[in-house]
C-alpha cells in the first residue's frame, strides 16, 4: 500500500466549497496523476481509497463522494458538515447523495466514518451528518475511539480502517 498525504491547507477560504473544488482539481488532476507516473500502483477504485481527518474529512466527503467511480473506500475521521457555517453546501452535497444513492452504495466497498467519542469537536456535525445519512439511506460504518480531536484517535482510526482496505 503506498500512502499519499497532500498538504491540504488550500490557500482560498477555508471550509467554503472553493477550497473543496481546488482541493478536488487538485487529488484530480495533479496528485493521482503524480503518484500513478511515479510509482507502480493499481489505478482503479478497487485499488484506490481516499481519507482525511477534520479538514481532510470534509475533502474527502466532497472529494471521494462526488468521485466514487475513483475509489471504493472513504474514511472521514473526525469531521462532518461544520453547522450552521456549511449549511447550504451540506444540504446541496445531501441532495447529490441522495439522487445518487444507489451508486454510492455500490460503488464503496467501505464509507467509514469515526470519531473521538463526545469530547471531539466534531461530534455534533458528525451525527448530524449520520443521520441524515441514515435519512437518505447512504450505507456507512460508524466507529468510535475515545480521546477526542487528537492524534492518538486519529492514529487509531488509521490503523482500523487500514485493515478494512482492499479485501
Known amino acids: ?3 499519499v498525504m497532500p498538504y491540504g491547507n488550500i490557500p482560498v477560504k477555508a471550509f467554503g466549497e472553493e477550497m473543496l473544488i481546488v482541493f478536488e482539481k487538485e487529488l ?3 496528485i493521482i496523476p503524480f503518484v500513478e507516473k511515479n ?3 493499481k489505478t482503479d477504485a478497487q485499488s484506490r481509497a481516499l ?3 477534520s479538514m481532510g474529512g470534509i475533502q474527502t466527503l466532497y ?3 462526488n468521485n ?3 475509489f471504493s473506500y472513504l474514511g472521514i475521521f473526525s469531521s462532518g458538515w461544520i453547522q450552521p457555517m456549511q449549511s447550504d453546501l451540506a444540504n446541496s452535497q445531501y441532495e447529490f447523495m441522495k439522487n445518487k444513492a444507489s451508486k454510492i452504495n455500490n460503488n464503496l466497498k467501505q464509507f467509514w466514518i469515526s470519531q473521538g467519542g463526545k469530547e471531539d469537536i466534531a461530534w455534533k456535525n458528525c451525527q448530524s451528518m449520520m443521520a ?3 435519512e437518505i439511506k447512504i450505507k456507512y460504518t460508524y466507529s468510535e475511539y475515545p480521546g477526542g480531536h487528537t492524534w492518538p484517535v486519529w492514529r487509531n482510526n488509521l490503523y482500523s480502517f487500514a485493515q ?3 479485501k
Do not use: C, H, P, S
Request: charged letters at 20%; proline letters at 0%; hydrophobic letters at 55%.
Open 63 to 65: 472529494a471521494g463522494v
Open 28 to 30: 484530480k488532476q495533479n
Open 164 to 166: 478494512l482496505l482492499f
Open 51 to 53: 481519507a482525511g481527518l
Open 39 to 41: 510509482y507502480r500502483v
Open 132 to 134: 441524515k445519512l441514515d
Open 68 to 70: 466514487t467511480e475513483m
Open 1 to 3: 500500500m503506498v500512502i
